[in-house]
């Protein structure tokens, strides 16, 4: 009696191994093999086999080649799947550290930018301190310079008597 076992070979195909094995080469010293209970109950084999068993048995083997392909398969889209997730990932967080790194040189950025708004807005507070006591001197000037350039009134003052006394600043104050 000859035994077969189902062997996966490296490219995924199944191959029938005899107990002489493949090309006659004998493997029961290298393999051990067990006997497999016969699934059928009855006893009595069939003396005249049905020529339709042969093709239920090709048939099996032919759906568990496909099962094993199908398997492989599985397991190697499954693995590019992996690998692509992976990539994807590696992209995300190179995509990531770029961002961060874009991020701090916008932050250091506006560090410097706001440094130079409160250099500027000290600059102006002290112009425009400067600009306002230039004008309140401008005025002074220019209404001294009006007083001087007045002809001169004589007055008499009841309680001095004394003539040509200039008359009080406070009416000519100048706008300008």
Same mark, same amino acid.
């Given at each position: 009696?000859?035994?077969?076992?189902?062997?996966?070979?490296?490219? @995924?195909?199944?191959?029938?191994?005899?107990?002489? @094995?493949?090309? @006659?080469?004998?493997?029961?010293?290298?393999? $051990?093999?067990?006997?497999?209970?016969?699934?059928?109950?009855?006893?009595?084999?069939? $003396?005249?086999?049905?020529?339709?068993?042969?093709?239920?048995?090709? =048939?099996?083997?032919?759906?568990?080649?496909?099962?094993?392909?199908?398997?492989?398969?599985?397991? =190697?889209?499954?693995?590019?799947?992996?690998?692509?997730?992976?990539?994807?990932?590696?992209?995300?967080?190179?995509?990531?550290?770029?961002?961060?790194?874009?991020?701090?040189?916008?932050?250091?950025?506006?560090?410097?930018? =706001?440094?130079?708004?409160?250099?500027?807005?000290?600059?102006?507070?002290?112009?425009?301190?400067?600009?306002?006591?230039?004008?309140?001197?401008?005025?002074?000037?220019?209404?001294?310079?009006?007083?001087?350039?007045? $002809?001169?009134?004589?007055?008499?003052?009841?309680?001095?008597?004394?003539?040509?006394?200039?008359?009080?600043?406070?009416?000519?104050?100048?706008?300008?």
């Amino acid at each position: 009696m000859s035994m077969s076992m189902l062997h996966l070979s490296a490219d @995924g195909d199944l191959m029938t191994w005899m107990e002489s @094995g493949p090309a @006659g080469l004998n493997i029961s010293n290298i393999i $051990p093999t067990t006997q497999i209970p016969n699934p059928n109950p009855n006893p009595n084999p069939n $003396p005249n086999p049905n020529p339709s068993g042969c093709l239920v048995e090709t =048939e099996k083997m032919m759906e568990e080649r496909r099962r094993v392909r199908r398997k492989i398969s599985n397991r =190697e889209s499954a693995r590019r799947s992996r690998m692509r997730k992976q990539h994807r990932l590696n992209e995300l967080e190179n995509r990531a550290n770029q961002l961060g790194a874009m991020n701090q040189e916008m932050l250091s950025r506006i560090t410097s930018l =706001e440094h130079q708004r409160l250099l500027f807005l000290m600059e102006n507070e002290k112009l425009r301190l400067e600009s306002d006591s230039l004008r309140r001197r401008f005025n002074d000037l220019t209404t001294i310079l009006l007083f001087r350039r007045l $002809p001169k009134i004589p007055t008499v003052n009841p309680t001095i008597n004394e003539p040509n006394l200039m008359p009080p600043l406070i009416n000519y104050v100048v706008e300008i």
